[in-house]
């Protein structure tokens, strides 16, 4: 069932919760240990519970009252928040962690009780994992039917794309994390657990600048994916009031769409009728097409011939 507009998805809240307390484990882990792999996890993990309260906050100032200065209400603070979001995975989750296995790696610092690093590790896999399960099946069964990168690409709902990126990075960085340690442990050279501690940090740059990459997508101005265009351009191809589709868009505005049409009509007689004409397909294009919030229906003459867009 999908959440009402209001809601905050389930994904964020999976992975605030998860994040907390694999923060918890991976600072007190570090600090017994020394392990620079294991203070990286925990500096990424803080860093990813800040993201679900600006993933959370701007949900909710998404869905304030459209006013007269914002008449398509405020859903793209999504996309601002997001990019927050994802400058701070790249700065904190990323250089950060580079930052202490570089550190760690010229200083040659010891490695003590690794096998505690690597049982914190393994815990912290574990629950990483059954967030990102439970984040994945979040998703609408049939949206998440054609494969979780093609929802990843066509997506507009940022709070779950990011937390869904996020588990999966943290996942990743978690198995980076445990190579680095687990090596460290089996040879002794602490050199291991720096350079895994590197490793976390090239795979949370790696995720961010994926995630900036989508965010400007959307900032821009993205068409909604091309199974919802190609559907709803049957439904219009199929009306028998409308003789010639000339123009359709279709853009993406947070995780709702704006549609706009310009149609030649088919035996417009009268202006009452004309009104009355585009009302009905206006209405019944949102009945089946609930995401559809905002519909502009521009009547055309068959003189005007195509148009150039």
């Given at each position: 069932?999908?959440?009402?507009?209001?809601?905050?998805?389930r994904a964020v809240?999976?992975?605030?919760a998860?994040?907390?307390?694999v923060t918890i484990c991976?600072f007190?882990a570090?600090?017994?240990?020394h392990?620079g792999?294991?203070l990286?996890e925990?500096a990424?993990?803080?860093?990813d519970?800040v993201?679900?309260?600006l993933?959370?906050?701007?949900r909710?100032?998404?869905?304030?009252d459209?006013?007269?200065q914002?008449?398509?209400?405020f859903?793209r603070?999504?996309?601002?928040y997001a990019m927050?979001?994802?400058i701070q995975?790249?700065l904190?989750?990323g250089?950060?962690?580079?930052?202490i296995g570089?550190w760690?790696l010229w200083?040659?610092s010891?490695?003590?009780h690794p096998?505690v690093?690597v049982?914190?590790?393994?815990?912290s896999?574990?629950?990483?994992g059954?967030?990102?399960?439970?984040?994945?099946r979040s998703i609408?069964?049939?949206r998440?039917a054609g494969g979780l990168?093609?929802?990843?690409?066509?997506t507009?709902e940022l709070?779950v794309?990011?937390s869904?990126?996020?588990?999966a990075?943290a996942?990743?960085?978690?198995?980076?994390s445990?190579?680095g340690?687990?090596?460290?442990?089996?040879t002794?050279?602490a050199?291991?657990?720096?350079?895994?501690?590197?490793g976390v940090?090239c795979?949370?740059?790696?995720?961010?600048?994926?995630?900036l990459?989508e965010?400007?997508?959307?900032?821009?101005g993205?068409?909604?994916?091309?199974?919802?265009?190609?559907?709803m351009r049957?439904?219009?191809?199929?009306?028998?009031e409308i003789a010639?589709?000339v123009?359709?868009v279709?853009?993406?505005?947070s995780?709702?769409?704006l549609v706009?049409i310009?149609?030649?009509?088919a035996?417009p007689r009268d202006a009452?009728?004309l009104?009355?004409?585009i009302d009905?397909?206006?209405?019944?294009l949102?009945?089946?097409?609930?995401?559809?919030?905002?519909?502009?229906?521009?009547?055309?003459l068959?003189?005007?011939?195509?148009h150039?867009?």
């Open positions: 069932m999908r959440a009402s507009a209001r809601q905050v998805p809240y999976y992975a605030l998860s994040n907390v307390v991976k007190a570090a600090a017994y240990t392990s792999a294991t990286a925990a990424h993990s803080s860093a519970c993201n679900q309260i993933l959370i906050a701007g909710r100032a998404a869905h304030g459209a006013d007269e914002h008449p398509l209400g859903g603070e999504t996309h601002f927050l979001v994802a995975f790249f904190v989750g250089l950060v962690s580079v930052g570089a760690r200083h040659r010891e490695f003590d096998e690093a049982a914190v590790l393994l815990a896999a574990a629950i990483e059954s967030a990102l399960r439970a984040s994945i609408d069964r049939k998440r990168w093609r929802w990843f690409r066509e507009g709070e794309m990011l869904i990126g996020e588990d990075a996942l990743a960085s978690v198995l980076v445990l190579a340690t687990g090596l460290a442990a089996l002794g050279w050199g291991f657990d720096a350079i895994g501690s590197i940090g795979v949370m740059m790696a995720t961010a600048v994926f995630s990459r965010i400007k997508s959307l900032i821009v993205e068409a909604a994916r091309a199974s919802v265009r190609t559907a049957a439904w219009l191809d199929a009306r028998p010639r589709v123009t359709f279709v853009l993406r505005w995780d709702s769409l706009a310009q149609a030649e009509l035996n009452e009728t009104v009355r004409t009905a397909i206006e209405r019944d949102q009945r089946d097409f609930p995401a559809a919030r905002w519909i502009y229906f521009e009547p055309e068959r003189e005007h011939g195509e150039p867009v």
